[in-house]
Nanobody, 123 residues
Framework: QVQLVESGGGLVQAGGSLRLSCATS????????MGWFRQAPGKEREFVGT???????YYADSVKGRFTISRDNAKNTVNLRMNSLKPEDTAVYYC?????????????????WGQGTQVTVSS
């Protein structure tokens, strides 16, 4: 059974930083794209960023330059480093993975989802 488990969410002041981690089990995603989405209250799920097996990364314009995705294939983990956080970054953050080496920017392109972790940025 494939599982993605996020950790590292919490409450932080605007301008602060957080690091989210996602641990995978049940299979290896080392050759496949993984990433992060987020969903704020009353809003649709939103693409944050993705990382290919080659470690090439792609980000939403809203987080580019502030967020960094990395992966450790030996540990089956993917991380999201978030700097210069803003109140509008407040959301539940989801780790995702897909059965494809190509990148995906839509939620429907991902086959596996974690349960989500709350990130709250206070002003």
């Amino acid at each position: 059974q494939v599982q993605l488990v996020e950790s590292g969410g919490g409450l932080v002041q605007a301008g602060g930083s957080l690091r989210l981690s996602c641990a995978t089990s049940g299979r290896s995603f080392s050759n496949y794209a993984m990433g992060w989405f987020r969903q704020a209250p009353g809003k649709e799920r939103e693409f944050v960023g993705t990382i290919r097996g080659s470690s090439a990364t792609y980000y939403a314009d809203s987080v580019k330059g502030r967020f960094t995705i990395s992966r450790d294939n030996a540990k089956n983990t993917v991380n999201l480093r978030m700097n210069s956080l803003k109140p509008e970054d407040t959301a539940v953050y989801y780790c995702v993975a897909r059965n494809d080496i190509g990148v995906g920017f839509r939620a429907s392109q991902y086959d596996y989802w974690g349960q989500g972790t709350q990130v709250t940025v206070s002003s």
